[in-house]
């Protein structure tokens, strides 16, 4: 491994120093059956600079660097490391070349410690244990983060996850960094915490690509934007104008940049972004619960928290947010109340009712939904129609069944009916889920859910991976209900997305409640601290 | 990656053939592999110095064209199609049962036991109903156990349904040697014999027994419980998406147990159709190991169970006349094995060509092939 | 009724003892070799399959060689020969494992019982093998001569017992292999190929069941029948997931189960006489309870059963 120590003894190429063309990626091209991802798309990442991929879900910025990572393979165009004409097609090859990736989803295998993860793909017959360990402690010390070489991966907290995915990406001395949506999983402390490990290899003179959907984090982090939409590359900032221009400047022209002068959409974004300072004005609400949990305990799948003694009132139309890092109990808590997990202890009441032993179907038809985060993994069949879909959690049900036999008049015109009030865009009601796009697939979801006169709604990560347009649509959507009196309980990783919807909002951290905070001026802040354990006075 | 997602819902949208492209690519697709599977066997027969020419010759004189060869074979696919529809309902909701043989065979000797005693007590058509009824319940109570290691446990159900034939075998030995043993018999032991006039009425007009329309009637209602109504779709939705089957409210413990239990049901029947229809007792170490042999024709057929019948018809045939080619070419009667065995790579390979093309369905639904995923325990 | 103590003679433990190892070894060499391939995320549903080639191949070549040692050399052979469909079927191609295990299983059922008929007419039986002695051990009453006189091939498979733990443990293909089979696009990730690494599992579970095959026909019986296996690589899956990826509890299992498969013979040498049709059930009955028992707890990998095919989810 000769390039190994290259990273480190690069050394500080300063601001003074030209700074050179780590990689270039010339015209790349990349279209899959029925989709251009990418189209003619030239970027370049220069040593010692941060250069942020800024666009919206499905603007192509994944397959981008996919291709750069050598998971997928372009069209056509020309990428050059160093200077030279490179062709990466594997993995393997791009690491050679001295690109490391962390990816959006992690690639940590959870069973393994720390070192075998950093082990893992080396060469060699026997497995080189010491020489791992002092590798590991160059790294940490690189970067200033500490970890445990022995700690099973999937024990850490995600933002050590991050850090390890980070050191991995760096072991074989690699010169170019990408960072796909780092931030997506990370609490405001963490993403500080991430800043600080980015201004510390720029020092080392790596390049970094920065990927993100946020405009704000662009502008933050980035010596250098790039804006990619349906595939192109519609604009870049220089760090000459990003360090002149105020932030609201940049936004704005960002916005202008990726979205036309089309005004709809710059109001929507403009709310979406606003949305960081401001918060919903306080509501009267009336003091009977809706739905109350008692010390609810449940156990978790397998390497997976579970949830511990959650108690939690909340009223009639409440919108009740649970904020936590990804993987702190939200989906276990969502499907408690739903009644797709078993209590261990506590007790869960509707409407002063017990339900803790009701099942699934039970619930549902007290008015008790659940519109869960995972839309094809679980909240669809995709190989079923869309009106099929839409009857799903009533099968056997009149008036669509009688006798147990399919009345197709029935499901039809409740189908068309549900269609037309949630705006599904789909070529008929007969249409095969699956060839929907997310968005109208949530669509699908919530005109189920929201169907038969629901009184308490779980929304697990309601706007996840949702276009501008459709983001607001849901949320409006959630508001409405609210003030009909349905009840809310949203669960959102994204913070923004909290304090613009809730009137409260709980806390989880490792599946347990760290706190339940009013959706006042600061609210952001201290939920920010609830979610790493902190305590919060009063 | 949502940009993955989208751009394999769009691949969707672009793979939709014309009707008639679809039904052209479903016959490809469904017939490709038996053929391919004939050529590569008449390889085979080829290397072991046998005329496959003259091999696939005696198979259509045995099974279609020799005296009772037509009706031998119609009269053997009357448990194959009970089997296959057994097969769909299990499939459907995603659900391996490869424990047929086990099922089969007990049940075919508790009916071979108990009849010939329950028919001099009972007027012929109440014992033959009663027989075929028990029979039926036989088999599902031999599913009980893989059903409910599934069920409650998530144990794979592959390895205990097969598992589970290797008792079943051996328990239905017992009972041949011991409650049911008929010692007038000869020396090999056996159960005592069902006189042909007491067994399940022949069509008018020919040797073929009443069973095949049972067999016919079952599939028909099979077919219709699968499209129509909703035990049907509830089935089809743990097949799909065993999540989304929870998500849904199903109760899926007891939908597991009930398909397993259906299941083992029609192959009680099958069983009956062939002890009541053909055979009228059970001999030791007697097994005709359908099960397999069965199950890649229901793949073929793509869990339809209409389209199932002309391609049991055609293994049918390969059984009744590949026992008279295999006699003539000195062989043992396990070429089937090796044809069907080749069916099922083919099919492989040509759903694979198929995927990679983009059109059409695959040959199994989609939490079919996650059904590794579960894990015992959760 | 028997006293305990008639039953429980030297003639007896000796029989039991010997007899399951006989039996207990061709299932500890197929159940090795599945702990490797299911490891490394492939279900091999053709074990049985690939047991069976070994033995009809691996008892032609030492039949026809004159040579012992060749027929095991030709048994591994065979049982590689199979896994080279399921290397390309499954995982260079990504289909359906259990279909193909099928397809191999039906396929190597047939293909072995027509050669048998073809070919094997004057139904051909090999002499006694050769046994290893070890001096001294094999002097200790009851277990001496039971399990210190053996053919090589034993003492071989209790060597690659301790290669595969010291695989799994200590070598970057061991944990090439668990990477593979617990999350595939993690260890595509770091560079190294997932079709390689599943590929060589699955080779490595061939050769072994091809050599446990062959021991069976070789040793076992001296000769060659058609199903002759009769379900052993079904048992060997099984004792693989409960295993759950440690070689010496399949070490363990499989013992267990080739003694309780000997009980008859052993019994007969007590002069007790049980039904033939109990004792051939009681391994798989036996299973059955352990999974009714302990069945929450088999092991599986994550990925196991799922083609990888990269940048799919």
Not at chain 1, 231 to 251: C, D, H
Not at chain 1, 266 to 281: F, N, Q, T, Y
Not at chain 2, 50 to 63: A, Q
Not at chain 3, 3 to 21: K, Q, R, W, Y
Request: proline share 4%; net charge neutral.
């Amino acid at each position: 491994m000769s390039e190994s120590a290259a990273s480190t003894s690069t050394g500080n190429a300063g601001e003074a120093a030209a700074k050179r063309p780590a990689v270039q990626l010339l015209g790349i091209t990349k279209a899959f059956p029925g989709v251009v991802a990418n189209s003619d798309v030239t970027l370049v990442a220069l040593e010692g600079e941060v250069h942020c991929l800024l666009g919206e879900n499905g603007a192509g910025k994944s397959t981008l660097m996919n291709i750069l990572s050598g998971m997928l393979e372009p069209d056509s165009g020309d990428i050059l490391v160093g200077g030279a004409p490179v062709e990466i097609d594997s993995p393997r090859k791009a690491l050679q070349l001295g690109i490391g990736m962390v990816y959006q989803h992690s690639t940590l295998i959870p069973t393994l410690t720390v070192l075998e993860n950093l082990m893992l793909g080396a060469t060699g017959l026997v497995l080189d244990v010491r020489g791992a360990r002092a590798r590991l402690a160059e790294l940490a010390g690189m970067l200033g983060v500490q970890v445990d070489p022995d700690a099973v991966t999937g024990t850490l907290a995600l933002g050590q996850q991050q850090q390890l995915e980070i050191i991995k990406a760096l072991w074989r001395g690699s010169k170019v960094l990408i960072l796909d949506e780092p931030t997506s999983m990370l609490t405001p402390q963490g993403v500080a915490e991430l800043a600080a490990v980015l201004v510390r290899l720029k020092a080392h003179g790596l390049a970094v690509i920065f990927i993100t959907h946020k405009l704000h984090e662009a502008v933050e982090m980035g010596d250098r934007v790039s804006i990619l939409k349906q595939g192109r590359l519609v604009g870049t900032i220089e760090p000459g104008e990003l360090r002149a221009a105020s932030p609201e400047e940049l936004q704005a022209r960002i916005v202008r940049i990726m979205f036309g002068e089309a005004t709809q959409e710059i109001a929507d974004v403009a709310e979406l972004e606003r949305s960081v300072e401001g918060h919903r004005p306080r509501r009267e609400l009336p003091s009977e619960l809706a739905i109350e949990l008692l010390h609810v305990s449940a156990a978790g799948d397998r390497g997976q928290v579970g949830i511990h003694d959650i108690s939690l009132p909340v009223r009639h139309g409440e919108i009740m947010g649970i904020a936590g890092v990804d993987g702190n109990g939200q989906r276990e808590l969502a499907e408690a109340v739903a009644g797709q997990r078993p209590l261990a202890a506590g007790e869960i009441r509707l409407d002063g009712r017990t339900i803790s032993t009701l099942s699934v179907a039970r619930r549902e038809r007290l008015g008790l939904r659940y519109v869960t985060d995972d839309r094809l993994g679980e909240g669809t069949v995709s190989r079923l129609s869309v009106a099929l879909n839409l009857v799903l959690k009533r099968i056997g049900e009149a008036p669509f069944w009688r006798r147990g036999v399919i009345q197709k008049g029935a499901i039809d015109a409740q189908a068309s009916e549900l269609v037309a009030r949630f705006d599904v865009r789909t070529p008929s009601t007969e249409t095969r889920l699956g060839t929907l796009s997310g968005g109208n697939i949530q669509k699908v979801l919530l005109a189920r859910e929201l169907s038969f006169e629901p009184r308490v709604v779980v929304y697990n990560k309601p706007t996840y991976g949702l276009d501008v347009r459709t983001t607001r649509a849901v949320r409006a959507r959630i508001r409405e209900q609210a003030e009909r009196g349905v009840t809310a309980l949203v669960i959102s990783t994204d913070l923004e997305e909290l304090v613009d919807l809730c009137d409260r909002i709980a806390v989880l951290s490792r599946g347990r409640l760290a706190g339940i905070v009013a959706n006042e001026p600061g609210a952001a802040r201290r939920v920010g601290e609830l979610m790493v354990g902190r305590t919060v006075e009063g | 990656m949502s940009d993955t997602a989208a751009t394999e819902s769009a691949e969707l949208a672009a793979a939709r053939p014309g009707r008639l492209g679809a039904l052209a690519d479903t016959l490809v697709r469904s017939v490709g592999p038996v053929v391919l599977a004939l050529v590569a066997g008449a390889v085979i027969l080829a290397a072991l110095g046998r005329n496959p020419g003259t091999f696939y010759g005696d198979i259509v004189e045995g099974g279609l064209t020799r005296g009772n060869g037509l009706q031998e074979s119609i009269i053997r696919a009357a448990p194959l199609l009970l089997i296959a529809a057994g097969l769909i309902v299990v499939f459907r909701a995603n659900i391996w049962n490869l424990g047929i043989d086990g099922q089969f065979l007990l049940a075919g000797v508790i009916v071979a036991g108990v009849a010939s005693p329950l028919d001099d007590a009972l007027p012929n058509g109440l014992a033959l109903v009663l027989l075929w009824l028990l029979a039926g319940a036989v088999g599902a109570v031999w599913t009980l156990v893989p059903a409910f290691l599934r069920a409650y446990y998530g144990v794979n159900e592959i390895i205990t349904t097969l598992m589970m034939t290797f008792i079943g075998i051996n328990v239905a030995n017992l009972f041949i040697k011991g409650p049911f043993r008929d010692f007038e018999s000869t020396n090999v032991p056996q159960t005592s014999v069902l006189p042909v006039e007491r067994r399940l009425p022949d069509l008018p007009g020919t040797r073929i027994h009443a069973g095949i329309v049972v067999a016919l009637v079952a599939l028909v209602v099979v077919h219709y419980v699968m499209t129509r109504t909703s035990f049907g779709l509830r089935l089809n939705v743990l097949g799909a998406n065993p999540r989304a089957a929870v998500h849904f409210g199903l109760s899926v413990k007891r939908l597991i147990m009930v398909s397993f239990a259906v299941s083992g049901m029609l192959i009680g029947f099958a069983a009956a159709a062939e002890i009541l229809g053909v055979w009228g007792y059970v001999r030791a170490d007697w097994d005709p190991a359908f099960g397999l042999i069965v199950v890649p024709l229901v793949f073929l057929a793509r869990l339809n169970a209409i389209a199932v019948i002309p391609f049991v018809a055609l293994l049918a045939v390969l059984s009744i006349g590949g026992d008279l080619a295999a006699r003539r070419a000195e062989l043992p009667n396990d070429f089937l094995l090796v044809l069907v065995g080749l069916i099922l790579l083919f099919m492989a390979i040509t759903e694979y060509l198929g995927r990679k093309r983009e059109l059409g369905q695959s040959y199994l639904t989609e939490g079919l092939r996650q059904s590794l995923r579960r894990r015992a325990g959760r | 009724m028997i006293a305990v103590g008639d039953v429980f003679t030297e003639g007896f433990l000796t029989a039991l003892v010997a007899g399951g190892l006989l039996a207990g070894i061709p299932l500890l060499l197929a159940a090795l070799g599945e702990t490797i391939s299911e490891r490394a995320g492939v279900l091999n549903i053709g074990l049985e399959g690939m047991m069976l080639m070994g033995a009809y191949v691996g008892f032609s070549g030492a039949l026809y060689s004159g040579y012992t040692w060749v027929g095991f050399g030709a048994g591994a052979g065979a049982g590689i020969f199979v896994a080279l469909f399921m290397v390309g079927l499954c995982v260079r191609l990504g289909l359906d494992q259990i279909v193909v295990g099928i397809a191999l299983t039906l396929g190597a059922e047939g293909l072995t019982s027509l050669l048998h008929g073809a070919v094997l007419t004057e139904r051909p039986r090999l002499g006694a093998v050769e046994l290893v002695t070890i001096p001294g051990l094999s002097e200790i009453p009851v277990l001496g001569r039971s399990v210190f006189s053996q053919h090589l091939v034993v003492y071989l498979t209790i060597g690659g017992v301790i290669a595969v733990w010291w695989l799994f443990r200590s070598t970057t293909f061991g944990l090439s292999l668990k990477a593979a089979g617990d999350k595939p696009a993690a260890l595509d990730a770091a560079g190294v190929s997932v079709y390689r690494t599943r590929g060589y599992a699955v080779l490595a579970t061939g050769s072994l069941a091809g050599l446990g095959g062959a021991y069976l026909a070789i040793v076992g019986a001296g000769t060659f029948e058609p199903f002759m296996t009769n379900g052993a690589g079904f048992i060997a899956i099984i004792l693989a997931m409960l295993a759950r990826g440690r070689p010496f509890w399949v070490v363990a299992g499989s013992l267990l189960i080739g003694m309780s498969l000997q009980l008859q013979t052993a019994l007969q040498v007590a002069r007790i006489d049980i039904p033939i049709d109990v004792v051939n059930m009681l391994p798989f009955l036996a299973v059955i309870v352990v999974l009714l028992l302990f069945g929450r707890r088999a092991y599986l990998p994550a990925a196991l059963g799922l083609p990888y095919v990269r940048g799919a989810r």
